[in-house]
């Protein structure tokens, strides 16, 4: 029985967070020892050398990239563009996955049936259904997930199965150079 469709799918690249491979040593034998920030609870800032020019650092994340056909919610661009300065305080972008295409490409754990695109992980770029490339995600500030949950349990109840994986992302505000 049919599990749905998307409307007007694009093709998303999502850059999955890798946990494991950010807590990881972040400067090979250097003074940090661990990727994440104990107290913050987010990856480190490794310092770069005096030699590269700069005295911010980067921020140790190490990500993955899958692409998946994606549905795009547009209505807070519509708002943003209805605001007089054209920006708000905070903008959600909100993609809609099938979960038909989750399993074929893997991103579904087969232990605990929940899908991998989760919190934290960030959309990079847009193409559309022909892989035209469409718009990048400048990072920082970036878009990050911070909100991901199944919906739409079936259309058919003798085959219920999930169908939708409605995912929010926001941008991630900076701090001021100084």
């Known amino acids: 029985m049919p599990r749905g469709r998307l409307i007007f799918p694009f093709l998303v690249d999502i850059a999955r967070l890798d946990t494991a491979a950010t807590a990881a040593d972040p400067d090979a034998g250097g003074p940090l020892l661990d990727g994440y920030d104990d107290e913050f609870r987010e990856p480190v800032i490794v310092p770069l050398a005096p030699t590269q020019g700069s005295t911010r650092g980067t921020v140790h994340r190490v990500e993955s990239t899958v692409q998946c056909a994606a549905q795009i919610e547009d209505d807070e661009l519509e708002k943003l563009e209805m605001m007089a300065t054209g920006r708000g305080t905070s903008a959600d972008f909100t993609i809609v996955l099938h979960f038909r295409d989750l399993e074929r490409r ?10 991998l695109i989760r919190v934290n992980d960030r959309i990079d770029r847009i193409y559309t259904r022909r892989g035209v490339f469409v718009q990048a995600i400048r990072n920082p500030p970036g878009l990050f997930c911070v909100e991901a949950k199944p919906r739409s349990f079936g259309l058919d109840v003798t085959h219920s199965r999930r169908n939708l994986l409605v995912c929010t992302f926001n941008e991630r505000e900076t701090g001021a150079d100084l």
């Open 106 to 115: 893997g991103l579904v754990d087969p232990v605990s049936g929940e899908a």
